[in-house]
């Protein structure tokens, strides 16, 4: 069984800042593409960040500049630093990757069950 678990959502003031961790486990060769997405309530689903196994990095429009994407291969770990927060960053978030399965070498996009972050004064 391969799965993702993310920690590090809360309650954090406007302004403030928050680091999520999202851990892969099970039979992981390493992570090919890393992925946060968020659900605000009455919103779909959106892409926040994602990136390869480069050093390049995507994110929404609303989140340039405050957000980070970042992992710990060495840990099978994938972070996403938010700094600047604001109230409209209020969402469910979850963790999305496409690992490389140990021995098989196939791909396997997984989910993560998602932690919840609350940006209010």
């Known amino acids: 069984q391969v799965q993702l678990v993310e920690s590090g959502g809360g309650l954090v003031q406007p302004g403030g800042s928050l680091r999520l961790s999202c851990v892969a486990s099970?039979?992981?060769?390493?992570?090919?593409?890393m992925a946060w997405y968020r659900q605000a309530p009455g919103k779909e689903r959106e892409l926040v960040a994602s990136?390869?196994?480069?050093?390049?990095?995507n994110y929404a429009d609303s989140v340039k500049g405050r957000f980070t994407i970042s992992r710990d291969n060495a840990k099978n770990t994938v972070y996403l630093q938010m700094n600047s927060l604001k109230p409209e960053d209020t969402a469910a978030y979850y963790c999305?990757?496409?690992?490389?399965?140990?021995?098989?070498?196939?791909?396997?996009?997984?989910w993560g069950q998602g932690t919840l972050v609350t940006v209010s004064s």
């Open positions: 999305n990757a496409e690992v490389i399965v140990r021995d098989s070498y196939r791909y396997l996009d997984v």
């Open positions: 990136g390869g196994s480069g050093d390049s990095r």
């Open positions: 099970g039979s992981i060769w390493s992570i090919r593409v």
